[in-house]
């Protein structure tokens, strides 16, 4: 048998962590529509939405060990990689190129370099874009300074990329002891960025985001040490989740786990508006990260759907979870382009605008999953993957 040429067949599948990954994708749609209205993080409506990404890395750390922590005795490492692009890749293509069509049309007061953009310009980005390779500042053409302009939500599937390389290549190897030792330091190192403690000097510049775990999306020395700080205890700590394999079986579990991330996401600024506060805010991120979401997750693994109409919800949320994360920022970048547009619009017509979206970013979701995300992975598993 080419350990190179087999595709293994899925495991059975933790249907609550589905839902919960798609509960928390529809949270951070919402997120960011209302971000769009936003004074600054202390005064955001769905407060603690960009969490989401923290707790997405700690079911991606869990889910990778369950699914791949016992096969590397029937499979290489190229055959890991293929799987992964096979899972991952096309849903990327996708949100560039949603990013890609949708690009002019956010152009307008606070966006005026779209409008100063060439189109030769687009398509080069959206070609790297394709490639996962992440751009400097110099390449901007919205005024963002994000790694990938056309879709900012990709840097955290960038981190995501690096996850599965590291696990591939290193990772897997690790004892649980080890295992343990460095979810510890990185652990540290997530306190250190939610109480802004910067012996390195690297956070200097996010005043607007203190005490909070707020960036990673763009590759400066302070959203990188941002990015991989979020990146790497979430991950190390839902592999060790898996492979200590103590969960916690919880009556009702999955509404409970979603009552627990909604909360999180949904949670006030801690401290209030008064900067003197802020330090309270960073403590409750680092609860959320360092503890909750692994014990959500450690919940939503020894748990049961018993009933059909859960067990529905939660395969209905799970497939459309990646989907509308990876292809939604594009509507955002319209949304906050009309209302700059439209300050002095009532009330009625911007609820009208971002409820429209959200239902948007859901419909074309579930349209990219089924139309081209299902048909291209069946595709590419026939192609890259055969019995030898």
Known sequence: MNRNNIYLAS??????????????????VAFHLFETYSEGPSFQIINHGYLAVDFFFVLSGFVIGYAYDDRWDSMSTWNFFKRRLVRLHPMVMMGAFVGLLLFYFGGGPGFELIGQTPWWKVLLLF???????????????????????????????????????????VIRRLSKAALSVLVVVFGCLTVMLCLDIDPLGVL????????????????DATQLWIGFTRLLYPFFCGLL??????????????WVCVVL?????????????????????GIYEAVCILFVFPLVVAMGAGSRVTDRYSQAVCRFLGEISYPLYITHYP??????SWAASHADAPLGQHVMVAVSLWLMAVGMAYAALRLYDEPVRAWLRRKWFSAA
């Open 261 to 281: 991330v909604a909360a999180c996401q949904l949670m006030p600024h801690v401290g209030g508006t008064d900067e003197a506060n802020f330090w309270m805010n």
């Open 331 to 336: 509507l955002v970048y319209l949304q906050m």
């Open 11 to 28: 495991k059975p599948r933790y249907e609550i962590l589905d839902g919960l990954r798609g509960v928390a994708a529809l949270l951070v």
């Open 241 to 254: 989740v898996s492979r200590a394999g103590r969960f916690i079986t919880v009556r009702g579990g999955f």
């Open 204 to 219: 200097e510049s996010r005043d607007y985001a203190a005490y909070t775990v707020i960036g990673g999306w763009g590759i």
């Open 127 to 169: 070609l790297i874009a394709c490639t996962m390779i992440p751009v400097s500042a110099g390449m901007d053409i919205r005024g963002w300074a994000e790694t990938y302009p056309l879709n900012g939500a990709t840097w955290s599937l960038m981190l995501e990329y690096i996850a599965n390389i590291l696990y591939a290549l």
